[in-house]
């Protein structure tokens, strides 16, 4: 159980504070913007397009986080909804108000090394080797450090094309640490 709620935390953290970020609509695709070389070549481009796209929004997500756990708890499911879909944002917005309940904030940032990213169709698996060591819980009363994360942690999330939009739907600790 005190594992359980380590790794809430912990996923609480990874999504502490967000200012709001948006990306516009997706541009459309049509038989004249298709890349000569045919469909495969298309398929290819769209699929690396759609790599880029992730990428991007996992970045926006990311630079995102300061101001979300500095907001007031009303707020911030506004403040993540550009980001997150169930069942994350439901995790992410529980964890927060766990960090709350218990007089701890987030403090740092975690590095980012994104390393791979699959997608097929409307789904997406972004893998990202972070740096935890600058980044972890204080006591808000205190400001006392309480945790510090660690190097190597092999973030696994998972996106869904929504609208047009990539969401983030889940995070999940990979097996095991990357490099």
């Known amino acids: ?84 879909a169930e069942p994350a944002r439901s995790r992410v917005l529980a964890g927060l108000a766990a960090l709350d309940a218990s007089g701890r904030r987030a403090y740092g940032t975690p590095a980012s090394k994104v390393f791979a990213i699959d997608v097929t169709g409307d789904r997406a698996v972004l893998h990202d080797c972070r740096d935890e060591r600058a980044a972890g819980q204080l006591e808000i009363s205190t400001g006392r450090r309480l945790t510090v994360g660690v190097a190597n942690t092999h973030l696994v999330v998972r996106f869904a094309r929504v609208g047009g939009q990539w969401l983030i739907i889940r995070f999940e600790l990979g097996g095991e640490p990357c490099r």
């Open 1 to 84: 159980m005190r594992l359980f709620v380590v790794v809430g935390v912990f996923f609480a953290a990874i999504a502490a504070s967000v200012a709001i970020l948006t990306a516009g609509p997706e541009p459309s695709r049509t038989a004249s913007a298709l890349p000569a070389g045919g469909p495969a070549k298309a398929e290819r481009a769209e699929r690396a397009d759609a790599k880029a796209e992730v990428r991007a929004r996992y970045a926006a997500y990311r630079a995102a986080q300061p101001a979300m756990e500095a907001s007031p708890a009303a707020k911030r499911p506004e403040l993540v909804r550009p980001f997150l």
